[in-house]
């Protein structure tokens, strides 16, 4: 019974729909990213977040970025140097995170963070999300957790859909999509346009730190085509391919391109019933260039290119007991005209396996053990997990673990050689080691009628913390300022979450979600806190939304929604004057906020639909746009249309 | 249904499609592991070839001046295979021994490096203060030209400035007489334009060069603070340039960066005599 029961799991997580029988809080629904095997949401040993397409319609979100800051207590973007987007996850910075598209990683990268314009939100399925250390299953980059995005499957013999939304700034976003379903073939492509205006935004007299004058919008353009072919019930091939395109406009002559290629096949064969076996292929090119708008030409300044083979293996048992062994093959290639040299290639290997052992009807045990190899400097890394879920009662789940993390020093790291406008020069460390983290978390969830409650804490011990350290002089070189990427000591960040939603039969749901987190920052020898690149993450976070939806006949549905969230101030130590370190250092502090968004969606028939919004209900503007603000002048009105052509009578 | 049909028979030979460039796409990528698409972009190495009347200069150091002779850079043109080069002389910086009076006074015109304080992430460059004054020697000056070029700074060798409103050297009339009435601009004193030196420029702390310059003439490429860092802007109008001889000349920046996007790297079309 359990192997049918596991062959039925990977046959619907594949599928990708969502199972919503009996799910007020799709506890049914099959998550994947914990363990690498579909799970229900109810029973997977690994505690998962998970955001449905319904999440993501109901907060409209265009991008991951979008989705992540109005549904994930905790997570913030806040802005580097040129406005370029840094996220903070519970401590973790993007290279803290490893981001999956359809388990795929993503190549390429700015201020150590992967393109969060890229991550579109339309066509996507489910989004999970493991928080927590997962190299053992995951390898480099997943010291912080996991953030795995999956695309929709068409399920219709045919789907059309058109829309579009309209909003300040000129804000619009235009997007397509046409699926076909039929005997073994199915096919989705989809097309998404965006663009948003530049725009100034006025700041109070003497601010603290470095402020925003000009909120840069970007264009972008997505185009994704996946054909999947099952010739048999047992096995599917999916072959893919995507182009992406964003345009950010800092100086009229020269704006900005950032392109990425990606391709990919994947197969996938249900062997046995108890053995399955997915091979995939995987290409990914992310580029950026400068369009010199005068002499009309496109020169490029970057490009970082992965291929990556996978394979992965799962037998499973009657008893419901796992086993998983997957190999993983990357050849990772990267151009960046401020390298030390022109490029750098690197070839990385991993394997791994993982037993889920279904111990008792009360106790379930995961154990997982990875080897990673990295050729640039002939570096390897071993990372064990160990996990373990109780169920003291039907509707009740207790777990807690243990995992490994790790980050490998990126290519970059090791070998930059920026010079900053003649300010200073940031420089890579061929001598860096991996930065390591040992994660320890424990969490409840518990399910009684129309409530549902979860509660988690974490703490998570950084060691060899990659960043760029103080900036300084050689001695050689007395006028010339050099900043450096340097493993720092005696990080840790420690923290919790607690959720409580509800979900009513006529109509109306609600959820409320906080979360703490505390950055024990690295200091100094004299055990003074030294200065922080980024601004350390808020301590304080909180989510609530209600819901009410009523289908008032077959041809008229509305749903009204409001988002909220709360986020605390935050101290963070900075140079007086970063560019005359000899001022030593002070604590400046960044304020409090809240936003609010109101929405309704408005059903005509069952083709049309009708989404005004109002974001930033209470009309704040920051007093200064500091670098970790709401780049937002106000409030902002959105208008939304959306047409199923399939669906049209 | 209709609709139906036809979608399906399209499918049909968009699967083939897909499937044969999904292979030759597959082939193509993984015959190279450094990446696809490279014709998308442009190769920055490649020689820009250089327009009857134009000329380039290198103006992107911060301590040097590029004294251009519009007769020498005809006569360079001339000469198959062969650009013409400015010659370059270095700003002085080093401080002048043998005064004794450092304080500065607005008045007093003197060669030296005035470093203002500007509030860069504020209100911008027009917001500044004067902190320190080094005298220098004077700026050495080659024994003929026309203009000299820093950066973004334009000199005149005597000269005054018009800018017409053309933005094309073709649609200028016949010849200078058209701009015997209009005013034209002399270069004047400043210590808040030419940069010159660049250590502390993110405390907002700049040394510029005092010296005279022609700030109508300058206006063809803004530099502006914030952002950090510097945007800047080119201003393509023809300028008439009214030598000190009574000549006249027409200028006109068309780019200020090369081909790798360095900027203060100049293209000037040019007609002299005009």
Not at chain 1, 33 to 59: F, S, Y
Not at chain 1, 171 to 191: D, H, I, M, P, Q
Not at chain 1, 369 to 379: A, I, P, T
Not at chain 2, 240 to 246: T, V
Request: aromatic share 14%; charged share 25%; net charge negative.
């Amino acid at each position: 019974m359990k192997k049918v029961l596991f062959f039925l799991l990977l046959l619907t997580a594949s599928k990708g729909y969502a199972q919503q029988q009996d799910s007020t809080f799709y506890l049914q629904n099959v998550v994947v990213t914990g363990t690498r095997t579909p799970k229900l949401l109810k029973d997977v040993p690994i505690q998962t977040r998970l955001i449905t397409a319904e999440d993501i319609e109901r907060i409209d979100a265009t991008n991951v970025e979008d989705l992540l800051q109005q549904e994930m207590p905790g997570v913030e973007f806040s802005y580097a140097q040129n406005q370029l987007k840094h996220m903070n996850f519970c401590g973790f910075g993007g290279q803290g995170v490893l981001f999956l598209m359809d388990g795929e990683r993503l190549a390429g990268e700015t201020m150590d963070d992967v393109d969060f314009s890229r991550l579109e939100m339309a066509n996507v399925d489910r989004i999970e999300i493991v928080k927590g250390a997962a190299s053992a299953l995951y390898g480099s980059n997943a010291g912080g957790g996991v953030i795995n995005i999956i695309t929709k499957d068409v399920k219709e013999p045919w789907t059309l859909n058109v829309n579009a939304r309209f909003a300040k700034h000129e804000e619009r976003r235009v997007g397509g999509s046409w699926g076909l379903n039929r005997k073994a073939w199915r096919n989705l492509l989809s097309v998404n346009h965006t663009f948003t205006d530049n725009f100034m935004v006025k700041n109070a007299p003497d601010p603290k730190a470095q402020v925003v004058s000009t909120v840069y919008g970007d264009c972008t353009w997505n185009v994704k085509e996946r054909l999947t072919f099952s010739p048999t019930a047992h096995v599917k091939l999916i072959g893919r391919a995507g182009y992406f395109y964003r345009q950010v406009t800092r100086t009229f002559d020269n704006p900005e391109r950032y392109r990425d290629y990606s391709a990919g096949l994947r197969g996938l064969w249900d062997m046995t019933g108890q053995d399955h076996l997915e091979l995939s292929y995987s290409f990914d090119q992310y580029d950026k260039s400068d369009y010199h708008r005068i002499t009309k030409i496109d020169v490029r300044d970057y490009s970082n290119v992965q291929n990556i083979f996978r394979g992965v293996y799962h037998h499973s048992w009657d008893g419901g007991d796992i086993l998983t062994i997957g190999a993983d093959f990357m050849h990772d290639y990267l151009m960046n005209k401020n390298l030390g040299r022109k490029n750098i290639n690197q070839d990385s290997f991993d394997a791994y396996a993982q037993y889920d052992w279904m111990a008792s009807e009360r106790w379930e045990v995961v154990g997982a053990l990875r080897y990673d190899y990295f050729s640039d400097k002939k570096d390897s890394r071993l990372s064990p997990k160990l996990s373990a879920r109780y169920q003291p009662l039907e509707n009740m789940n207790v777990r807690f673990g243990y995992g490994m993390g790790f980050r490998a020093p990126a290519l970059k790291e090791k070998y930059y050689n920026f010079d900053m406008v003649g300010i200073w020069i940031i420089q890579g460390n061929e001598q860096l080691k991996s930065e390591v983290s040992h994660n320890f978390q424990a969490s409840a969830d518990y399910t009684r009628g129309q409530y549902n409650f979860t509660a988690s804490v974490y703490y998570n011990d950084v060691r060899n913390k990659i960043a760029t350290g103080v900036p300084h002089y050689l001695p050689t070189d007395y006028k010339q300022l050099y900043l450096d990427y340097v493993n720092f000591e005696n990080y840790a960040v420690w923290g919790g979450e607690a959720t409580v939603q509800a979900r009513w039969s006529n109509g109306l749901s609600a959820r409320m979600s906080y979360a703490y987190t505390d950055e024990r920052l690295p200091k100094n020898k004299e055990g003074q806190a030294v200065n922080n690149q980024y601004i350390p993450a808020r301590r304080h976070s909180l989510m609530v939304r209600v819901d009410w939806s009523k289908q008032f006949s077959q041809n008229y549905g509305l749903s009204l929604s409001l988002n909220g969230r709360f986020l605390s101030g935050v101290e963070n130590v900075e140079f007086v004057d970063y560019y005359d370190i000899s001022k030593g250092t002070n604590k400046v502090e960044y304020p409090a906020y809240t936003l609010w968004k109101l929405s309704a969606a408005q059903r005509f028939g069952k083709a049309w639909k009708l989404t005004v919004a109002v974001d930033n209900l209470l009309n704040y503007k920051p007093k200064y746009y500091y670098f970790n603000c709401p780049l937002t002048d106000g409030a902002n009105l959105m208008v939304g249309l959306s047409i199923d052509l399939n669906r049209l009578r | 249904m209709k609709v139906e049909n036809s979608l399906f028979a399209g499918f049909s030979i968009f699967k083939s499609f897909v499937a044969v460039g999904s292979f030759v796409l597959m082939s193509g990528v993984l015959s190279s592991c450094e990446g696809a698409f490279e014709g998308v972009y442009d190769d920055p190495d490649k020689e820009v070839s250089i327009k009857k009347g134009q000329l380039v200069v290198d103006a992107t150091d911060w301590q040097t001046w590029h004294y251009i002779d519009l007769l020498e850079a005809d006569a360079a043109q001339q000469k198959e295979g062969k650009g013409y080069s400015a010659i370059e002389i270095k700003i002085p910086t080093e401080r002048l021994e043998a005064s004794v009076d450092e304080e500065h006074s607005q008045h007093e015109e003197r060669a030296g490096i005035y470093t203002y304080w500007y509030d860069v992430f504020g209100e911008g460059l027009s917001k500044r203060e004067i902190r320190q004054f080094v005298p220098t020697k004077n700026q050495d000056e080659p024994a003929s030209w026309h203009l000299a070029v820093h950066r973004n700074n334009v000199r005149t060798n005597g000269g005054a400035v018009y800018m017409t409103a053309y933005t094309s050297m073709d649609d200028l009339p016949e010849s200078s007489e058209a701009f015997g009435e209009v005013a034209f601009t002399e270069d004047e004193w400043n210590e808040t334009d030419v940069w010159t030196v660049q250590e502390k420029m993110l405390q907002g702390l700049i040394g510029n060069q005092g010296i005279k310059v022609n700030s109508l003439l300058s206006s063809w490429l803004k530099v502006s603070l914030p952002p950090v860092p510097p945007t800047f802007t080119l201003n393509n109008h023809v300028f008439i340039l009214k030598l000190k001889d009574g000549t006249f000349a027409a200028l006109q920046l068309v780019n200020y960066q090369n081909a790798a996007g360095v900027k203060c790297h100049l293209t000037i079309n040019y007609k002299y005599p005009y």
